[in-house]
């Protein structure tokens, strides 16, 4: 008894497939010319929506063999606010804006922070300027 794997193993042959490979080739040529020979690619005699015309002389400035100095610089802005567009009606999740506001909070309470140190050290030189003051009138009187 043959086992299965030897009744569909199939011999080398030099000639294998080259039958169907005509035949495939013949059939995409088939399917070429039934394309190509469609109504819809025949060329029209009186196509009255596309006209060949001829084109215009093209114009060239006497000008264009000089080079250009000009150094074309950006336009900025003049204030912030007109840098800073803010976009309306764009949806942000609601994540993420919870994260920038958290943010903008954290920005907000660093900045006051800032702020009261510098016044705190302020006032600070203030006391030693009144200290340095102090000793000496007391000296005086």
Excluded: H
Aim: glycine share 2%; proline share 4%; net charge negative.
């Amino acid at each position: 008894m043959e086992s299965a794997s030897e009744s569909t193993r199939r011999f080398e042959r030099s000639t294998r497939g080259k039958k169907m490979a005509t035949l495939v080739d013949r059939e995409t040529e088939e399917a070429d010319e039934v394309f190509w020979k469609q109504d819809y690619f025949k060329e029209v005699d009186g196509d009255q929506e596309f006209e060949e015309t001829e084109a215009d002389e093209d114009v060239v400035d006497d000008d264009f063999d000089n080079p250009e100095n000009e150094v074309v610089e950006p336009i900025e802005p003049e204030n912030e606010k007109e840098k800073k567009v803010k976009k309306k009606n764009v949806y942000l999740d609601p994540l993420s804006r919870k994260a920038q506001q958290q943010q903008k909070r954290k920005s907000v309470r660093e900045q006051k922070v800032k702020q009261d140190d510098k016044e705190k050290e302020k006032e600070k030189e203030k006391e030693k300027e009144n200290d340095e003051y102090t000793p000496a009138t007391q000296a005086c009187s």
